[in-house]
C-alpha cells in the first residue's frame, strides 16, 4: 500500500507507476518485490441474496401480518463502531423490518 506525498490519499499501480486518484500525482513504483497488488482490494464483502429462505429463521411477531417466524440477517450500516442492525423478513406476508440495539 503506498500513501500520496501530496495530499495523503491511498495510491493506485498502475503500469509500474504509483497514481493518485484524488490529485493525479504520480511516482515510480520503484522495487516490486516490496509490494502486493491485488485486484479485490477495494471489492465489497456483501453478500446478497433474492432468496430470503437461505437466511436462518427465528421466532419473531411480524408487526404486519402477525406471523411468529421470521427470517434474519446482521448488517452494518453505521459506523464501525456501532452495533450491527438485525433485519427480519416475514415467513409468510415477506413484510421487511429492523431492530436496533439503542
Known amino acids: 500500500m503506498e500513501f500520496c506525498d501530496e ?21 515510480p513504483k520503484g522495487n516490486t518485490d516490496a509490494y502486493t497488488v491485488t485486484e479485490g482490494q477495494e471489492a465489497s464483502e456483501i453478500i446478497e441474496s433474492s ?15 402477525g406471523n411468529d417466524k421470521a427470517y434474519w440477517y446482521l448488517q452494518q450500516i453505521r459506523s464501525a ?9 416475514c415467513t409468510e406476508c415477506k413484510h421487511k423490518w429492523r431492530e436496533d440495539d439503542h
Open 7 to 27: 495530499c495523503g490519499s491511498m495510491m493506485k499501480a498502475d503500469d509500474g507507476m504509483w497514481v493518485c486518484g484524488s490529485c493525479d500525482f504520480t511516482k
Open 51 to 65: 432468496d430470503e429462505s437461505a437466511l436462518p429463521e427465528t421466532d419473531a411477531r411480524c408487526p404486519e401480518c
Open 81 to 89: 463502531d456501532e452495533s450491527e442492525t438485525r433485519f427480519f423478513v
